[in-house]
């Protein structure tokens, strides 16, 4: 069998500001450097193999609550949100125009303007899975652990999620060639001692 634990990235100034991220490469703030170099991964996970989107704010996540630089991989870099980088969700969303949705509103197939849906980045999630083996630590984005969530869920992302992601929390999925399946709690990290 094999395991995936998926552990968002620590805050950004643009995560506090409610800005959209996506692959705009935006490094962790000072506040999350402290919070996270003060924790880690608990066992068995701080054995498993270490992997990061390529993007910093990930990369130094997992460098501080693993003590070790992660493999990246592109697949798991955060979705292309286009046109809609850099700005306001609730401004978004309060204009019209706009044609901004709320993610329990996308179905598989949503796109913001110029960039990419969900079932795009579950097709490069699903490819690189595939490769897995053993237990693995990915730390990622919201975005792409709503795909990874949804695909074993069987979400489709019309309604309500049926999980909540938090920060600093493993959120592990149990992997056969056959079937998905998440464990019901998320795991907290552990404070380094």
């Not at 490469?25 to 068995?44: F, S, V």
């Not at 630089?69 to 204009?95: C, F, I, N, Y």
Request: proline letters at 7%; charged letters at 25%.
């Amino acid at each position: 069998m094999t395991r995936l634990a998926l552990l968002r990235h620590g805050h950004t100034e643009w995560n506090r500001a409610g800005r959209i991220q996506g692959r705009t490469d935006i490094p962790l703030d000072a506040a999350a450097e402290a919070e996270l170099a003060a924790q880690k991964l608990p066992t068995p996970w701080d054995r498993a193999t270490l992997w990061s989107s390529p993007l910093a704010r990930a990369r130094d996540t997992a460098l501080l609550v693993a003590g070790a630089a992660p493999q990246t991989h592109a697949a798991l870099t955060e979705m292309d949100w286009g046109a809609w980088e850099g700005l306001h969700g609730k401004d978004l969303r309060s204009d019209p125009t706009s044609g901004y949705r709320d993610i329990e509103d996308w179905g598989w197939h949503y796109t913001p303007p110029g960039g990419e849906n969900p079932e795009t980045i579950r097709q490069r999630l699903l490819r690189w899975v595939a490769g897995l083996s053993g237990d693995n630590v990915a730390v990622c984005h919201i975005g792409i652990m709503r795909v990874l969530l949804a695909h074993a869920t069987g979400w489709d992302f019309n309604g309500p999620a049926p999980f909540r992601i938090k920060r600093n929390r493993l959120f592990v999925i149990d992997m056969t060639t056959s079937d998905w399946t998440t464990l019901p709690n998320p795991i907290r990290l552990e404070p380094r001692i």
